[in-house]
Protein backbone atom coordinates (compact mmCIF):
# COMPACT_ATOMS: atom_id res chain seq x y z
CA UNK A 1 0.00 0.00 0.00
CA UNK A 2 0.92 3.18 -0.91
CA UNK A 3 2.08 5.73 1.93
CA UNK A 4 1.41 9.31 1.81
CA UNK A 5 4.03 11.82 1.35
CA UNK A 6 4.66 13.57 4.45
CA UNK A 7 3.48 16.94 5.13
CA UNK A 8 6.06 19.57 5.74
CA UNK A 9 5.63 21.51 9.23
CA UNK A 10 5.54 25.21 9.16
CA UNK A 11 4.99 27.71 6.08
CA UNK A 12 7.98 29.22 4.03
CA UNK A 13 9.04 32.72 3.85
CA UNK A 14 6.55 33.60 0.64
CA UNK A 15 3.95 32.02 2.71
CA UNK A 16 4.09 34.18 5.60
CA UNK A 17 4.21 37.11 3.64
CA UNK A 18 1.21 35.84 1.65
CA UNK A 19 -0.79 35.32 5.06
CA UNK A 20 0.12 38.55 6.05
CA UNK A 21 -1.20 40.23 3.08
CA UNK A 22 -4.60 38.23 2.87
CA UNK A 23 -5.42 38.53 6.71
CA UNK A 24 -5.20 42.40 6.34
CA UNK A 25 -7.25 42.20 3.26
CA UNK A 26 -9.83 40.60 4.95
CA UNK A 27 -9.92 42.77 8.08
CA UNK A 28 -9.81 45.63 6.19
CA UNK A 29 -11.96 46.02 2.96
CA UNK A 30 -9.01 49.23 2.05
CA UNK A 31 -6.37 46.98 1.76
CA UNK A 32 -5.99 46.19 -2.15
CA UNK A 33 -2.91 44.59 -4.43
CA UNK A 34 -1.63 46.56 -7.59
CA UNK A 35 0.91 45.16 -9.79
CA UNK A 36 1.08 42.96 -12.71
CA UNK A 37 0.04 39.91 -12.98
CA UNK A 38 -1.26 39.66 -9.24
CA UNK A 39 -4.51 39.08 -10.01
CA UNK A 40 -5.69 36.21 -12.56
CA UNK A 41 -2.22 34.74 -12.93
CA UNK A 42 -1.32 34.86 -8.92
CA UNK A 43 1.78 37.18 -9.35
CA UNK A 44 5.02 35.89 -10.92
CA UNK A 45 6.60 34.25 -7.86
CA UNK A 46 2.30 33.05 -7.19
CA UNK A 47 2.42 34.67 -3.79
CA UNK A 48 -1.14 35.88 -4.84
CA UNK A 49 -2.62 33.17 -5.79
CA UNK A 50 -6.18 32.82 -5.67
CA UNK A 51 -5.96 36.08 -3.75
CA UNK A 52 -8.57 36.86 -6.84
CA UNK A 53 -11.35 34.43 -6.10
CA UNK A 54 -11.44 35.45 -2.43
CA UNK A 55 -11.27 39.70 -2.98
CA UNK A 56 -12.57 39.89 -6.25
CA UNK A 57 -10.31 41.88 -9.44
CA UNK A 58 -11.60 45.32 -7.70
CA UNK A 59 -8.95 44.66 -4.99
CA UNK A 60 -6.85 42.64 -7.26
CA UNK A 61 -5.36 45.35 -10.26
CA UNK A 62 -3.46 43.85 -12.87
CA UNK A 63 -1.77 46.61 -14.67
CA UNK A 64 0.26 47.24 -17.95
CA UNK A 65 3.64 46.43 -17.62
CA UNK A 66 4.58 50.14 -16.34
CA UNK A 67 6.05 49.97 -12.95
CA UNK A 68 5.61 54.08 -12.68
CA UNK A 69 1.85 53.46 -13.47
CA UNK A 70 1.82 51.19 -10.45
CA UNK A 71 3.60 53.70 -8.08
CA UNK A 72 1.67 56.52 -9.29
CA UNK A 73 -1.82 54.59 -9.12
CA UNK A 74 -0.68 53.57 -5.16
CA UNK A 75 0.36 56.83 -4.42
CA UNK A 76 -3.31 58.76 -5.77
CA UNK A 77 -5.17 55.82 -4.03
CA UNK A 78 -3.76 56.29 -0.81
CA UNK A 79 -3.92 59.83 -1.02
CA UNK A 80 -8.40 58.82 -1.11
CA UNK A 81 -8.10 56.90 1.65
CA UNK A 82 -6.93 53.48 0.17
CA UNK A 83 -4.04 51.10 1.93
CA UNK A 84 -2.14 49.83 -1.42
CA UNK A 85 0.45 46.83 -1.88
CA UNK A 86 2.05 47.66 -4.48
CA UNK A 87 4.11 44.36 -6.19
CA UNK A 88 7.04 44.66 -8.59
CA UNK A 89 7.97 41.04 -10.17
CA UNK A 90 11.38 42.12 -9.73
CA UNK A 91 12.69 44.80 -7.32
CA UNK A 92 15.32 45.94 -10.17
CA UNK A 93 12.24 47.53 -12.00
CA UNK A 94 11.62 49.92 -9.26
CA UNK A 95 14.21 52.08 -10.68
CA UNK A 96 11.29 53.10 -13.29
CA UNK A 97 9.32 54.21 -10.40
CA UNK A 98 12.30 56.01 -8.59
CA UNK A 99 11.23 59.24 -9.42
CA UNK A 100 7.58 58.88 -7.99
CA UNK A 101 8.76 57.32 -4.88
CA UNK A 102 11.34 59.67 -4.03
CA UNK A 103 9.77 62.94 -4.99
CA UNK A 104 6.38 62.54 -4.13
CA UNK A 105 5.82 59.71 -2.16
CA UNK A 106 8.40 60.48 0.30
CA UNK A 107 7.35 64.11 0.33
CA UNK A 108 3.94 64.31 0.51
CA UNK A 109 3.42 64.68 3.79
CA UNK A 110 6.40 66.81 4.26
CA UNK A 111 4.72 69.25 1.68
CA UNK A 112 1.37 69.05 3.45
CA UNK A 113 -0.75 66.94 0.73
CA UNK A 114 -0.99 63.97 2.86
CA UNK A 115 0.50 60.85 4.00
CA UNK A 116 1.13 57.78 1.69
CA UNK A 117 0.17 54.95 3.40
CA UNK A 118 1.18 52.14 0.68
CA UNK A 119 3.37 49.13 0.62
CA UNK A 120 6.16 48.69 -2.28
CA UNK A 121 7.38 45.02 -2.20
CA UNK A 122 8.96 42.51 -4.47
CA UNK A 123 11.49 40.26 -4.84
CA UNK A 124 15.26 41.12 -4.28
CA UNK A 125 18.92 39.40 -4.23
CA UNK A 126 21.15 37.30 -6.26
CA UNK A 127 21.95 33.69 -6.12
CA UNK A 128 19.41 32.29 -8.18
CA UNK A 129 21.12 32.93 -11.49
CA UNK A 130 19.10 35.45 -12.18
CA UNK A 131 21.85 37.60 -14.06
CA UNK A 132 22.04 41.38 -13.77
CA UNK A 133 18.84 42.73 -14.20
CA UNK A 134 16.84 40.17 -12.03
CA UNK A 135 19.24 40.26 -8.82
CA UNK A 136 19.11 43.85 -7.81
CA UNK A 137 19.70 45.02 -3.91
CA UNK A 138 18.14 48.13 -4.25
CA UNK A 139 18.45 49.24 -0.44
CA UNK A 140 21.07 51.81 -0.86
CA UNK A 141 19.24 53.73 -3.96
CA UNK A 142 16.83 55.31 -1.02
CA UNK A 143 18.78 55.40 1.95
CA UNK A 144 19.29 59.22 0.95
CA UNK A 145 15.34 59.88 0.46
CA UNK A 146 14.08 61.24 3.72
CA UNK A 147 10.30 59.72 4.54
CA UNK A 148 10.80 56.45 3.17
CA UNK A 149 10.79 52.92 5.60
CA UNK A 150 12.24 50.45 4.49
CA UNK A 151 12.49 46.54 5.64
CA UNK A 152 14.22 43.14 4.72
CA UNK A 153 12.99 40.16 6.77
CA UNK A 154 15.19 37.05 7.23
CA UNK A 155 13.00 34.64 8.89
CA UNK A 156 9.01 33.69 8.16
CA UNK A 157 7.61 35.00 11.42
CA UNK A 158 9.33 38.59 10.64
CA UNK A 159 8.06 38.49 7.03
CA UNK A 160 4.68 38.44 8.45
CA UNK A 161 4.86 40.57 10.91
CA UNK A 162 6.70 43.12 9.05
CA UNK A 163 4.31 42.79 5.93
CA UNK A 164 1.24 43.08 8.52
CA UNK A 165 3.42 46.43 10.08
CA UNK A 166 3.70 48.02 6.60
CA UNK A 167 0.36 48.26 5.89
CA UNK A 168 -0.67 49.58 8.78
CA UNK A 169 1.95 52.13 9.03
CA UNK A 170 1.14 55.85 7.84
CA UNK A 171 4.14 56.33 5.28
CA UNK A 172 5.52 54.56 2.38
CA UNK A 173 7.35 51.56 3.04
CA UNK A 174 9.46 49.47 0.88
CA UNK A 175 9.20 45.58 1.70
CA UNK A 176 12.32 43.98 0.17
CA UNK A 177 11.55 40.30 -0.15
CA UNK A 178 14.79 37.62 -1.03
CA UNK A 179 14.02 35.58 -3.60
CA UNK A 180 16.31 32.94 -2.59
CA UNK A 181 14.39 32.75 0.84
CA UNK A 182 11.07 32.58 -0.73
CA UNK A 183 10.57 28.56 -0.14
CA UNK A 184 13.86 28.09 1.47
CA UNK A 185 13.14 24.08 4.02
CA UNK A 186 15.41 25.91 6.80
CA UNK A 187 13.30 28.79 7.25
CA UNK A 188 10.06 26.68 7.34
CA UNK A 189 8.42 27.26 11.15
CA UNK A 190 5.38 27.70 12.81
CA UNK A 191 4.04 30.83 13.28
CA UNK A 192 1.75 32.22 15.95
CA UNK A 193 -2.08 31.21 15.48
CA UNK A 194 -2.73 34.76 17.06
CA UNK A 195 -2.43 38.57 15.17
CA UNK A 196 0.57 39.95 15.78
CA UNK A 197 3.33 42.74 14.36
CA UNK A 198 6.84 43.34 13.64
CA UNK A 199 7.39 46.57 14.84
CA UNK A 200 9.69 48.87 12.35
CA UNK A 201 13.09 50.22 13.25
CA UNK A 202 13.55 47.52 15.57
CA UNK A 203 16.71 44.58 14.75
CA UNK A 204 16.76 41.16 16.18
CA UNK A 205 19.56 39.30 18.19
CA UNK A 206 19.74 36.46 16.03
CA UNK A 207 22.65 34.72 17.92
CA UNK A 208 23.97 35.29 20.71
CA UNK A 209 27.88 35.78 21.20
CA UNK A 210 30.93 37.11 22.99
CA UNK A 211 33.78 37.38 20.66
CA UNK A 212 32.48 39.26 17.80
CA UNK A 213 29.50 40.93 16.04
CA UNK A 214 28.01 40.21 12.73
CA UNK A 215 25.80 43.27 11.71
CA UNK A 216 23.55 42.38 8.50
CA UNK A 217 20.32 41.60 7.14
CA UNK A 218 17.78 39.11 4.73
CA UNK A 219 19.68 36.21 2.87
CA UNK A 220 23.34 37.06 4.98
CA UNK A 221 21.58 36.57 7.98
CA UNK A 222 22.22 32.72 6.68
CA UNK A 223 25.05 32.80 5.69
CA UNK A 224 26.45 34.71 9.10
CA UNK A 225 24.88 31.53 11.18
CA UNK A 226 26.96 28.87 8.94
CA UNK A 227 29.94 30.89 9.26
CA UNK A 228 28.97 31.66 13.38
CA UNK A 229 29.12 27.71 13.11
CA UNK A 230 32.11 26.86 11.35
CA UNK A 231 33.70 29.51 13.85
CA UNK A 232 32.21 27.58 16.96
CA UNK A 233 33.67 24.21 15.84
CA UNK A 234 36.75 25.01 14.64
CA UNK A 235 37.73 27.71 16.79
CA UNK A 236 35.97 28.38 19.78
CA UNK A 237 34.75 31.64 18.96
CA UNK A 238 30.96 32.91 19.89
CA UNK A 239 29.77 35.26 17.03
CA UNK A 240 26.84 37.18 18.10
CA UNK A 241 24.49 37.88 14.94
CA UNK A 242 22.36 41.15 14.11
CA UNK A 243 19.95 41.08 12.44
CA UNK A 244 18.66 44.91 11.16
CA UNK A 245 15.33 43.52 10.12
CA UNK A 246 14.65 47.49 9.52
CA UNK A 247 17.04 49.03 6.87
CA UNK A 248 15.20 52.93 7.41
CA UNK A 249 14.95 53.57 10.40
CA UNK A 250 18.32 51.74 11.40
CA UNK A 251 18.04 50.42 15.24
CA UNK A 252 20.69 52.41 16.30
CA UNK A 253 20.57 51.34 19.88
CA UNK A 254 21.06 47.62 18.64
CA UNK A 255 23.87 48.69 16.37
CA UNK A 256 25.79 50.62 18.90
CA UNK A 257 24.13 48.09 22.01
CA UNK A 258 26.42 45.10 20.21
CA UNK A 259 29.62 46.91 19.53
CA UNK A 260 30.15 47.53 23.35
CA UNK A 261 29.21 43.70 24.50
CA UNK A 262 31.76 42.53 21.67
CA UNK A 263 33.87 44.95 20.79
CA UNK A 264 34.93 43.78 16.92
CA UNK A 265 32.40 43.96 14.24
CA UNK A 266 31.74 42.68 10.78
CA UNK A 267 29.39 44.16 8.84
CA UNK A 268 27.72 42.03 6.19
CA UNK A 269 25.43 42.57 3.31
CA UNK A 270 24.98 41.37 -0.11
CA UNK A 271 24.31 44.85 -2.11
CA UNK A 272 28.10 45.89 -3.56
CA UNK A 273 30.61 47.46 -1.11
CA UNK A 274 30.92 50.85 -2.34
CA UNK A 275 27.93 53.27 -1.27
CA UNK A 276 26.19 50.19 0.57
CA UNK A 277 24.79 50.39 4.05
CA UNK A 278 27.81 48.97 5.27
CA UNK A 279 29.13 52.91 5.44
CA UNK A 280 26.32 54.38 7.42
CA UNK A 281 26.37 51.62 9.75
CA UNK A 282 30.45 52.12 10.08
CA UNK A 283 29.67 55.97 10.37
CA UNK A 284 27.75 55.29 13.35
CA UNK A 285 30.06 52.89 15.09
CA UNK A 286 32.77 55.15 14.32
CA UNK A 287 31.01 58.22 15.54
CA UNK A 288 29.18 56.92 18.81
CA UNK A 289 31.02 53.45 19.64
CA UNK A 290 34.72 53.90 18.74
CA UNK A 291 36.28 53.81 22.30
CA UNK A 292 34.58 50.38 22.21
CA UNK A 293 36.64 49.17 19.51
CA UNK A 294 39.67 46.31 19.91
CA UNK A 295 40.15 45.75 16.37
CA UNK A 296 38.96 47.97 12.71
CA UNK A 297 35.91 47.40 11.56
CA UNK A 298 35.98 45.20 8.48
CA UNK A 299 32.79 45.00 5.80
CA UNK A 300 32.41 41.81 3.56
CA UNK A 301 29.83 42.45 0.79
CA UNK A 302 29.74 42.12 -3.44
CA UNK A 303 31.84 43.23 -5.63
CA UNK A 304 31.41 46.49 -7.16
CA UNK A 305 30.46 45.05 -10.71
CA UNK A 306 26.51 43.97 -12.20
CA UNK A 307 25.73 40.41 -10.88
CA UNK A 308 26.90 37.85 -13.29
CA UNK A 309 24.84 34.97 -14.70
CA UNK A 310 27.47 32.49 -14.93
CA UNK A 311 27.18 30.21 -11.97
CA UNK A 312 31.05 30.18 -10.70
CA UNK A 313 31.47 34.04 -11.52
CA UNK A 314 28.05 34.83 -9.39
CA UNK A 315 29.13 32.94 -6.53
CA UNK A 316 32.57 34.66 -6.59
CA UNK A 317 30.24 38.11 -6.85
CA UNK A 318 28.65 37.22 -3.64
CA UNK A 319 29.69 37.20 0.03
CA UNK A 320 30.88 33.28 1.17
CA UNK A 321 30.34 31.70 3.69
CA UNK A 322 34.39 30.94 3.64
CA UNK A 323 34.91 34.71 3.30
CA UNK A 324 32.63 35.63 6.37
CA UNK A 325 34.60 32.67 8.08
CA UNK A 326 38.48 34.79 7.47
CA UNK A 327 37.06 37.96 8.24
CA UNK A 328 35.91 37.05 11.72
CA UNK A 329 39.40 35.11 11.92
CA UNK A 330 41.25 38.18 11.44
CA UNK A 331 38.71 40.46 13.30
CA UNK A 332 39.47 37.87 16.33
CA UNK A 333 43.41 37.78 15.93
CA UNK A 334 43.61 41.32 16.87
Known amino acids: MATAAKKEKGVTLIEAIRQGIWEEMARDETVFVIGEDVGAYG????????????????????????????????????????????????????????????????????????????????????????GPFHSLNAEAFFLNTAGLKMVEPSTAYDAKGLIKAAIHDPDPVLFFEHKKLYRLPRLREELPEDDYIVEIGKARTAREGRDLSIITFGAQVLNAQDAADVLEKEDGLKIEIVDLRSLAPLDKEAILATVKKT????????????????????????????????????????????????????????????????????????
Open 263 to 334: NRVLILHEASLTGGIGGEISAIIAEEAFEWLDAPIIRVASIDAPVPFAPQMEDYFLPQVSEIVEACRKLAAY
Open 43 to 130: GAFKLTEGFIDEFGAGRMIDTPISESAIVGAACGAALMGMKPVAEFQFIDFISTGFDMLTNYAAKSRYRGCGSIQAVFRGPCGGGVRG
